[in-house]
């Protein structure tokens, strides 16, 4: 085919692309015809490339079939999150003590049993949703009756929920940017927890022991510090995997629980960074280094939270714009290509790593000085392991890391709500995380409980082969 | 022309070889000295350093062995030093000689060091050396049989963790301990399967996989704690095995009290020791499952059935972690804590990746680990200027140094973590 | 006489590639059947078809005159088949024994395996049918030539009587070529009947009793060597009659661009790979390097462009010391790179198009400012390539997997070309391309010559050296044992070289066994 033809082609197939997406509605049916008719299109383009190489799986994904590509990206993790939804509402009916009750009498009540799982489920779920996104009638009121008396408590009280689940949502911004740029750098940095407490420590550090400081100097040498720690603890993982070779994972599993420890031992008693408050703790920070909240009590929501947003912009133009991003890139995506191409493949290693370990301690920084303003042993719920999910639902795409986190955030805010009020425990969401991760990993699963056409190309990321030595 | 080529080669082989022995014999004569001086020197010549061999109950008595803790320090470090100079010299070929004998002798200063002043029971601490290196033992033979066939297995932690819940469960609620162990192994069984499923079938990353298994079961096992057994705390009790004394055997003394006193599960775990080792390395199934985690496709041009043989790997090796889990609550305490695997999964994967995925080299770092997790709540009564913290620390350090290739290499399975694809 | 085995309409298609299309072959028993033809031509999915490696999507197989329902290598090994793949199926940790009786394995008390049993038969069979081989040692301390005889000790221990080798010289030399034959000779008279994969025509016309000819998988038509010749076959396999030679002028050489000075480098396994070699390329001349795969001319030519450590020795590119250059350094000297392995050097299959045009250069202007890449600049620049190399891709932005090997072959010329270079080192520049790519390919390598480039070429292909060279050196166990002119040289000449030895008056070294560090 000569080259005028393809280009005809293309030109025709981007209009007709883009009257697909005047047209077209989020309906299963609709949905399938129209991935059919991407397909034939992808397949007569393969033909032009096809030749008799059997290993070249000839698929091309043009950039113009924005409406395809879009629903791609977007269905899986939608219909996963659903999935997941679905299987922790049965988890949550059938561990549900009222149910198991009613379980052997089904024969004689099978309405009952029915009616009472339905309400389990939803009195949990319309708590986590509530929890997750607020009251938004008893924000209306505290509106008005903040513009009538001028009293802002009721107002604010309502306001705490939906600016919690951003809170909530802050570290999870940056762990989840950690893991992705891990990901994207072909590493895999399991170890994000604790390079999370090695940030919150070293803030920490900076922000009880040195007094006197104007905060414009204090809080950001605070963040700074934070960041500084974990990049350091992740980058010994990046070293060691440039000079010598060992897989990164197992070596930050080991540094998470080497830190886990170290921190342990830094707020024992004697430790050196003991407070005096008879608890295993450190003195509290000095205001000159907090995060300033934006809005009085209970409303904690703090300059984190943008802090977090600049952060995705900034991962974004890192990796996508510029040649620091483009060699972190050319060796996750090879590294054999990447050596051939002049890159460093052992500091771009160390860089990246550091670069994610930067991100986790700034996830420690932020949840240090614009929430606890102390560190504790106990300091995070996980967030360097959820980030994971985060980093893997959002395909390793800052903006989709931040739209993850948004939902982690209220998703874990919510269930808090849930375990308050429906007495079903916290931990459903991990359970909810864990099967999401599954769903993502295996979308073969969510295709084939939905029905949905297999695309031409499967998508596969290996990571690990092998701990390497 | 080809001798040149032959010599050429053997010359550097050996360079590498002379120098790996002199960095690591020179660490050895360094460490030594520090030891003389610090573990030695420092200590005044009259302290005593008592080891005692019997409980307060015991019906024999060993007599207490006195020793001045300088002078054998002294000679322990000089030892120490000498063993060092011998590897520069004449080179310690077997690798795990060469880090027995040096972690015995600093461990050994160490010990005599700490007690200074002070008596600590050594059978005591052998015993439960031995108990707490179980879990581990098993949680890396739980590495080895699924690694072995080519799947990683990061999800140990979580196997051990679902199957500690369950047997207490079941124990309880069917007041038969053999009951509650074949349900926790079966839980094991079916988690480890989902592992399979994901990682064999879907061809999910094996670290993704076993990380949704981890937080699969950290989550379940603590929305289940909350939701059944805090409320029910009867649901939480499942009574433990008793100790089964082997006749004869357990009266010998020392080795009686430490190896033939066990509950039934200690002896289990140890003879599944020599049965792993057995399987991998004799048998038929071992054969085929070593040529699936090295090359795999080799294999499946023979007729072996790659995917057959590590899923039944993958499942077996949740029972042998679901065990090990197990052991945690019906070996030892009867009842079930938040997270009370406590990263003893990942300790068993760094015992295993130590012993180089061989059954006995993982017992063997099993009991290195189960020996500094016992001397650490010893050492908390004593005194010591080394705080239990960096004790546990311990195994992992040890695991990145190991895998940095300071002390020794190893070669983990080929075909690790590399979904097969079958045309 | 009926065949023993028959392949009837045998159809397999791949997403886009129709990989065997209605192909009709016959085997008759103790008969050495030859399956000749290009890379890519379908050779090897049609043997991993009947070995049960891949399911046909139609057709049928016919053994003994029965219908053969061969659902994987297990049903293929039960009716008699074994094959040898072209990368060895050994596990290199295992022993012989071990290897040889995976999938088969001898048990004594119920569950033991018997490896003293199964190393007895390997002995016995290594005694018949003068396979060499000690079954303790381990197949990571074996030569390639000695693995290969474990391959095919393999199918003789499970008593396959059709035998199908895939390109099982690739990895031999001549003089290892010539006694694998002659063990395929015995194999024949004792009544096996083999199936012989190759592109090579020489080995053909030598061993084959019959010869099928596959072009983009379909059969073009079969031969009886008696009565035909080299040229006929390569027409039947390239499709036209193939002129393989070059149109060049004589070489204008120059200045020394590329000193290389007793150079010594160590392979994966920290043997000496390549030993002592010492050449110059002078500007506007091309050195070929040939030899058999294997004898150091992979480590070499990475060595040379930074991406193997170099032991001892100088390599000066330019006047410039370059012995323990990085990549990048050696590239900022004008110095282009065709790497051997296209898929895991060449590219990032991964990206698309235009990033993998720039993958030299991304990192400075015009294509980045500072820390920023100028995207529109790189898309334009990666237009222009695309159309000056004739590239056929449907767009700049689909990801470089996508295009077939000579497409993705040509994205990596045009990367390296599209710069003024002053040396080229190409590494295997047309292996499994199609003869219109290599043509091309031939084409823009003597254009750069005629530029005044220095131009280094690595390849296993006699023709292609032959016609691309103006002086040929040849390597044979690390060592370059002869350079000669290549218009004063002949295709046996160079393959007495390529076997090690240096010229007919001088005694033939043993050459065939590199020492086997077990025995």
């Not at chain 3, 192909?23 to 991993?48: F, P, R, V, W, Y």
């Not at chain 3, 049993?117 to 003068?130: F, H, M, Q």
């Not at chain 3, 390109?167 to 030399?173: G, H, M, Q, S, Y």
């Amino acid at each position: 085919m000569t080259k005028a033809r393809r280009r005809e082609r293309k030109r025709k197939s981007q209009t007709k692309a883009r009257k697909r997406k005047a047209s077209v509605t989020l309906r299963g049916s609709q949905c399938r015809s129209l991935r059919q008719r991407d397909t034939r299109y992808v397949n007569s383009m393969a033909q032009v490339t096809a030749t008799a190489i059997p290993q070249n799986n000839p698929t091309p994904a043009p950039r113009n079939s924005i409406v395809r590509r879009g629903l791609d990206v977007l269905t899986i993790p939608a219909l996963s999150i659903l999935t997941a939804f679905i299987v922790s509402g049965f988890v949550i009916a059938f561990t549900s003590p009222e149910v198991l009750k009613l379980l052997p009498q089904f024969w004689q009540h099978p309405l009952k049993l029915l009616t009472t799982m339905h309400e389990t489920v939803t009195t949990a779920y319309a708590a986590l949703l509530q929890g997750a996104f607020g009251d938004w009638g008893a924000i209306w009121q505290g509106l008005e009756s903040w513009l009538a008396t001028g009293n802002a408590t009721d107002l604010l009280r309502a306001l705490r929920d939906p600016f919690e689940s951003l809170v909530g949502a802050t570290p999870y911004i940056f762990t989840g940017l950690a893991v992705a740029v891990g990901f994207k750098g072909g590493l895999f940095n399991i170890g994000v927890e604790g390079q999370l407490f090695a940030g919150a420590v070293a803030s920490a550090w900076v922000g009880f022991s040195i007094e006197g400081l104007p905060w414009f100097i204090h809080l950001p040498l605070a963040l700074g510090a934070g960041i500084a720690a974990g990049a350091v603890w992740a980058g010994i993982a990046g070293l060691l995997k440039a000079t010598r070779g060992v897989n990164e994972v197992i070596n930050t599993i080991m540094l998470n629980y080497i830190m886990f420890l170290f921190t342990d031992w830094l707020l024992s008693d004697g430790g050196p960074l003991r407070g005096n408050a008879g608890a295993p703790r450190t003195p509290e920070i000095y205001p000159s280094a907090y995060l300033p909240r934006l809005l009085p009590d209970p409303v904690r929501f703090h300059w984190g939270f943008f802090l977090a947003i600049g952060a995705v912009f900034f991962v974004y133009w890192l990796l996508w714009k510029t040649t620091v991003g483009f060699e972190i890139r050319t060796v996750g995506a090879s590294p054999t290509a990447a050596k051939y191409a002049g890159i460093a493949v052992g500091k771009v290693f160390v860089m990246a790593m550091g670069l994610s370990g930067g991100l986790a301690g700034l996830a420690g920084a932020n949840e240090l000085l614009g929430l606890n303003h102390y560190m504790v042993a106990a300091f995070s719920p996980g967030y360097g392991f959820d980030a994971i999910a985060l980093a893997l639902l959002g395909k390793s795409n800052p903006f989709g890391v931040l739209a993850a986190a948004l939902l982690f955030g209220a998703l874990r805010n919510g269930a808090t709500r849930m375990q308050s009020i429906a007495t079903v425990p916290i931990d459903i969401i991990s359970v909810m995380q864990a099967l999401i991760i599954a769903f993502i990993a295996a979308p073969e699963i969510v295709r084939w409980l939905f029905r949905l056409r297999t695309p031409a190309q499967q998508e596969h990321e290996v990571f690990a082969r092998g701990w390497g030595a | 022309m080809f001798g040149m080529v032959a010599t050429a080669a053997a010359r550097k082989a050996s360079d590498v070889a002379q120098q790996r022995r002199w960095l690591v014999g020179g660490m050895l004569v360094v460490i030594g000295l520090l030891c003389l001086w610090f573990f030695a020197m420092q200590v005044p010549a009259d302290v005593i350093s008592k080891y005692r061999f019997s409980g307060g109950g015991d019906p024999v008595q060993l007599p207490v062995i006195e020793l001045p803790t300088r002078l054998t320090n002294f000679i322990l470090a000089l030892a120490l030093i000498a063993f060092g100079a011998f590897h520069i010299t004449r080179g310690v070929a077997h690798s795990g000689a060469l880090f027995g004998v040096s972690a015995s002798l600093l461990l050994a200063i160490f010990l005599t060091w700490s007690i200074r002043g002070a008596s600590l029971n050594l059978t005591g601490l052998l015993e439960s050396t031995l108990i707490r290196s179980i879990p581990f033992l098993l949680g890396a033979l739980s590495g080895i049989m699924c690694e072995r066939s080519g799947i990683i297995n990061i999800a140990i932690e979580g196997m051990m963790l679902t199957a500690a819940f369950v047997s207490v469960i079941v124990g309880a609620l069917t007041g038969n301990l053999w009951i509650a162990l074949v349900a926790g192994l079966l839980s094991g069984a079916l988690i480890a399967g989902a592992h399979a499923v994901l990682s064999i079938r879907f061809k999910v990353d094996q670290i993704i996989s076993g990380t949704v298994i981890n937080i699969f079961a950290a989550g379940l096992t603590n929305f289940l704690n909350l939701r059944w057994l805090t409320v029910n705390q009867e649901l939480n009790n499942s009574g433990t095995f008793a100790k089964l004394p082997i006749p004869f055997l357990s009266d010998i003394p020392v080795l009686g009290t430490i190896l033939f006193n066990q509950i039934i599960l200690v002896y289990i775990a140890l003879g599944l020791m020599f049965a792993v080792n057995f399987l991998l390395f004799s048998t038929r199934w071992g054969l085929r499952t070593r040529a699936v985690g090295e090359h795999p496709k080799a294999a499946d041009t023979l007729g072996v059935n790659v995917f057959k043989i590590r899923y039944a790997n993958v499942i077996f090796a949740g029972m042998l972690a679901a065990l090990g889990g197990a052991f945690l609550t019906l070996g030892s305490v009867g009842r079930f804590d938040k997270l009370m695997t406590n990263g003893r999964g990942f300790i068993a994967l760094a015992a295993m990746i130590f012993g180089n995925w061989n059954p006995f080299g993982s017992f063997g770092a099993s009991l290195l680990f189960g020996f500094m997790d016992s001397l650490q709540l010893k050492l908390q009564i004593l005194t010591s200027v080394i705080p239990s913290e960096f004790l546990l620390m311990a195994p992992y350090l040890a695991t990145i140094i190991v895998l940095a290739g300071v002390v020794g290499r190893v070669r983990p399975p080929a075909a690790e973590g590399i979904p097969y694809e079958k045309q | 006489m009926a065949p023993i085995l028959e392949l009837r309409g045998i159809t397999k298609r791949f997403p886009g590639v129709l990989a065997n299309d209605h192909i009709d072959l016959t085997l008759n028993q103790g008969e050495i059947h030859a399956l000749l033809g290009e890379n890519g031509a379908g050779k090897s999915t049609l043997m991993n078809v009947l070995y049960g490696l891949y399911r046909p999507d139609e057709g049928e197989i016919l053994i003994r005159d029965k219908i053969a329902h061969i659902a994987g290598p297990r049903d293929a090994i039960a009716q008699g088949i074994g094959m040898v793949h072209q990368h060895f199926m050994l596990i290199p940790v295992f022993t012989v024994t071990e290897n040889v009786m995976l999938g088969d394995e001898s048990i004594v008390n119920g569950v033991v395996l018997d490896r003293k049993k199964v190393a007895r038969e390997i002995r016995d069979l290594s005694v018949k049918y003068g396979l060499e081989v000690n079954p303790d040692s381990y197949i990571k301390d074996l030569s390639v030539g000695i693995q290969q005889r474990v391959e095919i000790i393999k199918l003789l221990y499970r008593k396959a009587d059709i035998l199908i080798l895939d390109e099982p010289t690739a990895v031999l030399t001549p003089q290892e070529a010539d006694d694998l034959f002659q063990v395929l000779r015995n194999l024949k008279a004792r009544g096996n009947s083999i199936i012989f994969i190759t592109h090579k025509l020489r080995e053909v016309l030598e061993l084959a009793d019959r010869i099928t000819v596959l072009r983009l998988g379909k059969v073009v038509g079969s031969a009886d060597p008696q009565n035909t010749n080299s040229a006929e076959l390569a027409r039947m396999m390239v499709g036209r009659s193939v002129i393989l030679s070059v149109d060049k002028e004589p070489a204008q050489p120059q200045a020394v661009t590329l000193d290389v000075k007793n150079l010594v480098v160590l392979d994966e396994r920290h043997n000496v790979a390549v030993n002592d070699v010492s050449f110059q390329v002078r500007a506007g001349e091309v050195l070929g390097i040939a030899g058999v795969q294997g004898n150091g001319q992979t480590e070499l030519a990475r060595a040379l462009t930074g991406l193997r450590h170099i032991e001892s020795g100088s390599v000066s590119i330019l006047g410039e010391d370059t012995t323990h250059a990085t990549p990048r350094k050696i590239s900022e000297l004008r110095v282009a790179h065709v790497p051997e392995d296209r898929q895991a050097d060449g590219l990032v299959l991964g990206f698309p198009v235009e990033d993998n045009l720039v993958l030299n250069e991304y990192y400075r202007p015009p294509f980045a400012k500072g820390l920023v890449m100028q995207r529109e600049v790189i898309e334009k620049a990666a237009e222009e390539r695309v159309q000056e190399f004739d590239v056929r891709t449907p767009s700049i932005f689909v990801n470089v997997s996508s295009l077939s090997g000579g497409n993705q072959q040509k994205v990596i010329v045009a990367r390296e070309f599209s710069r003024d270079i002053k040396l080229l080192i190409a590494s295997q520049p047309t292996r499994g391309l199609d003869v219109g790519s290599i043509e091309y390919i031939h084409k823009r390598i003597i254009e750069k010559r005629d530029a005044g480039t220095a131009v280094l070429l690595v390849s296993n292909e006699l023709d292609e050296i032959m016609s691309l060279s103006d002086r040929i050196a040849v390597m044979f166990k690390g060592q370059i044992i002869d350079t000669v002119n290549a218009d004063e040289t002949t295709k046996e000449a160079l393959g007495l070289l390529m076997a090690g030895m240096r010229d007919e008056s001088a005694p033939p070294r043993a050459q065939t066994e590199i020492p086997d560090k077990s025995a």
